[in-house]
């Protein structure tokens, strides 16, 4: 299993659920996808996207101004 950080910080919606989304297309099945965002959307866009897959959404906090999510790459 390996890691995969995606910066998406400074870019608008919907920049980073597309960055999101390309880092998930180079993960393989278990992989760790880890968002960094300063998009205030991305608080609701990235858990929204997930519920509609199969991969997880294991970590979701805000430090100051960043968003920070961590997704693991499912079927």
């Known amino acids: 299993m390996k890691r995969i950080l995606v910066d998406a910080r400074k870019l608008r919606c919907p920049l980073p659920?597309?960055?999101?989304k390309q880092g998930i297309v180079q993960a393989a099945l278990g992989d760790e996808i880890a968002l960094r965002a300063t998009d205030a959307g991305s608080w609701r866009d990235v858990p929204a996207f997930i519920g509609l897959t199969k991969h997880t959404l294991t970590e979701q906090m805000q430090v100051n101004d960043?968003?920070?999510?961590?997704v693991v790459k499912g079927e």
């Open 66 to 70: 960043e968003y920070w999510f961590v």
């Open 17 to 20: 659920l597309l960055k999101l």
